[in-house]
């Protein structure tokens, strides 16, 4: 049975392989597409790097770890002359191989439970298969979570399958790395926390209502090297805070996340349109896989019950913090995507089990299972992979290519990967000039000032602290009303500062929503002074462009670029 089970390790092997080199000749094939979150974060990760403070030279609304890690991308494309956005996809499939392969080598250690051995393997697959499909979200912090959480979360699948290794140096250390790696996607959001918290829950609970569970050698394993070392990582991150500039912790504590807290219903959504859209699917795929799973539990073997246990309190847990928060964005939905795409296949290999367990030759049906699977492990990614080559190909024979010379780097994208800001970027603006973007959201600021490789023009990379600034004071009126007008009037009067500073060649205004709340507050006539509309330019993105008047620089004496 050992060597039946090798087959299948290496034919999973394989299909990893094949679906990571899909994704790396994906990635390399568009090497300027991004998108608006992602190249927001690796702004400020340059920024960062460039000596700017977060939340005071440079800001945004989230806890700075997001920004540390994309300063990985951002030294990659600077000592490789990548372009940021391709730097940033290989960076996150490199990261997604890695942690696939970490997840399907300790699933050696349960290589003599076949039912598991399959679920977990195939569940490592369809993880890597899920990778692949994501494009609006890829390296958004939901799927950064995910990546680094998985490989532990596998760990501990099987230390609640009493698989673990022997406890040498190796096993320690393997499983203290997991446990930091685990740290860091826990930390990117305080509420990872609290769904990595609740499995655990979950798994112990399940092995102190269970006849045959281990309770106390399951809590004893929240002293393990894995858990040990997330505790630390957590600390370090939460201890950190203290030792940042003074100037940071009062701008992101006492200035960011108040508005973002008082304002935070800006943009929520009710739940009806949260869960009923007509886009998503994933809560069809959760309710049929919970189903399945829910018929499958009083009948399965413990050890393949507790598998389905786990991905369904992912599942609900991930269910049920999206509901909480409110906002509709698609990535806050991808843990609870994979959870059910990973319940729904354990459902099917159990349902496969039931039977097998009812068997009067356990062992052939098990090499059976194993073929079978086998197959699938192969068949699968390779199709996958042949499906991204084929898509590839079809781009190369049709889409038009425009050469990256116009950012100062060598090779060639397709012309759908550009934001269309781009062009009037770099139509009207050098690449010594900064850009100023003032809209309800990242887009269409985000991507097109990393593609078009400029700098931005004011400390605020996004508007959106004014937008909620000017929604508390305006519409929520808290009790402490003249805090948040003090703190409305410091923003106006930081962009009047840095536009008179860096001079932004060109201000992109937002037509709905945001040139009334700029008229009303009077940053129009400020920008009236200097700058001119462009007729048309950014009608087709829903921007009106002010081009800075080069008459007005030669009479200050400054350049225009």
Same mark, same amino acid.
């Given at each position: 049975m050992r060597f039946r089970s090798g087959y299948f390790y290496v034919a999973a092997w394989l299909g990893l392989t094949f679906l990571s080199l899909a994704a790396l000749y994906r990635d390399w094939g568009h090497p300027l597409t991004g998108q608006s979150d992602q190249c927001m974060y690796l702004s400020m990760a340059e920024l960062l790097l460039q000596g700017r403070v977060p939340y005071v030279q440079c800001?945004?609304?989230?806890?700075?770890?997001?920004?540390?890690?994309?300063?990985?991308?951002?030294?990659?494309?600077?000592?490789?002359?990548?372009?940021?956005?391709?730097?940033?996809?290989?960076?996150?499939?490199?990261?997604?191989?890695?942690?696939?392969?970490l997840s399907l080598a300790a699933l050696w250690l349960s290589r003599r439970q076949v039912v598991i051995f399959v679920s977990l393997s195939l569940a490592v697959l369809l993880f890597a298969s899920f990778n692949l499909s994501l494009d609006l979200d890829y390296g958004q912090r939901e799927h950064l979570f995910l990546l680094l959480y998985?490989?532990?979360?596998?760990?501990?699948?099987?230390?609640?399958?009493?698989?673990?290794?022997?406890?040498?140096?190796?096993s320690k250390t393997f499983a203290a790395l997991l446990g930091l790696g685990a740290a860091l996607g826990l930390a990117l959001k305080p509420y990872f926390v609290l769904m990595a918290a609740?499995?655990?829950?979950? /798994?112990?609970?399940?092995?102190?209502?269970? !006849?045959?569970?281990?309770?106390?050698?399951?809590? +004893? *394993? $929240? =002293?393990?090297?894995?858990?040990?070392?997330?505790?630390?990582?957590?600390?370090?991150y939460a201890l950190h805070f203290l030792f940042l500039p003074a100037s940071m912790r009062i701008g992101l504590f006492q200035f960011v996340l108040p508005i973002y807290q008082a304002g935070y219903d800006y943009y929520t959504n009710s739940? /009806?349109?949260?869960?009923?859209?007509?886009? !998503?699917?994933?809560?069809?795929?959760?309710?049929? +896989? *919970? $189903? =399945?799973?829910?018929?499958?539990?009083?009948?399965?073997?413990?050890?393949t019950a507790i598998i389905s246990i786990a991905f369904a309190a992912l599942a609900w847990i991930a269910t049920a913090v999206y509901f909480y928060a409110g906002q509709s964005w698609q990535y806050h939905l991808l843990p609870i995507r994979l959870a059910s795409l990973l319940l729904f296949s354990n459902g099917l290999v159990s349902l496969f089990s039931l039977w097998l367990a009812k068997?009067?030759?356990?062992?052939?049906?098990?090499?059976?299972?194993?073929?079978?699977?086998a197959v699938f492990a192969l068949a699968f990614p390779a199709a996958r992979a042949y499906q991204v080559y084929l898509r590839g190909q079809e781009e190369?024979?049709?889409?038009?290519?425009?050469?990256?010379?116009?950012?100062?780097?060598?090779?060639?994208?397709?012309?759908?990967?550009?934001?269309?800001?781009?062009?009037?970027?770099?139509?009207?603006?050098?690449?010594?000039?900064?850009?100023?973007?003032?809209?309800?959201?990242?887009?269409?600021g985000y991507p097109a000032m990393v593609?078009?490789?400029?700098?931005?023009?004011?400390?605020?990379?996004?508007?959106?602290?004014?937008?909620?600034?000017?929604?508390?004071?305006?519409?929520?009126?808290?009790?402490?009303?003249?805090?948040?007008?003090?703190?409305?009037?410091?923003?106006?009067?930081w962009y009047r500062q840095d536009i008179d500073r860096y001079k932004p060649v060109l201000i992109f205004v937002q037509k709905q929503t945001m040139s009334e709340l700029v008229y009303r507050l009077g940053l129009q006539s400020f920008i009236l002074q200097d700058y001119v509309a462009l007729p048309e330019v950014?009608?087709?993105?829903?921007?009106?462009?002010?081009?800075?008047?080069?008459?007005k620089n030669n009479a200050k004496g400054v350049k225009s670029s």
């Open positions: 800001f945004d609304n989230n806890p700075p770890l997001i920004i540390y890690l994309n300063v990985i991308p951002v030294v990659v494309a600077k000592c490789f002359a990548l372009p940021l956005t391709l730097a940033f996809n290989l960076s996150v499939t490199i990261l997604a191989a890695f942690s696939s392969a998985f490989p532990f979360f596998v760990w501990r699948l099987l230390r609640a399958e009493q698989f673990s290794a022997k406890e040498s140096v190796f609740f499995v655990e829950m979950i /798994l112990l609970a399940s092995s102190f209502s269970n !006849r045959d569970g281990d309770f106390r050698g399951r809590l +004893a *394993s $929240l =002293l393990k090297p894995e858990c040990l070392a997330l505790y630390l990582g957590l600390s370090i739940f /009806l349109f949260n869960l009923t859209s007509f886009w !998503r699917t994933d809560f069809l795929l959760l309710a049929f +896989a *919970s $189903l =399945l799973t829910l018929y499958i539990l009083p009948r399965a073997r413990v050890t068997a009067k030759n356990e062992t052939k049906w098990e090499g059976v299972l194993l073929a079978l699977a190369e024979a049709t889409l038009e290519k425009f050469d990256l010379a116009f950012i100062g780097l060598k090779g060639l994208c397709f012309e759908h990967e550009i934001s269309p800001a781009v062009k009037t970027i770099t139509e009207h603006a050098t690449a010594c000039d900064t850009v100023l973007f003032l809209s309800t959201a990242m887009a269409p593609q078009s490789g400029r700098k931005p023009g004011s400390r605020f990379i996004h508007a959106m602290p004014l937008v909620v600034a000017d929604y508390v004071v305006e519409v929520k009126k808290p009790q402490d009303l003249k805090r948040f007008q003090d703190m409305r009037a410091q923003i106006i009067d950014g009608d087709t993105y829903g921007m009106t462009v002010y081009k800075r008047n080069p008459a």
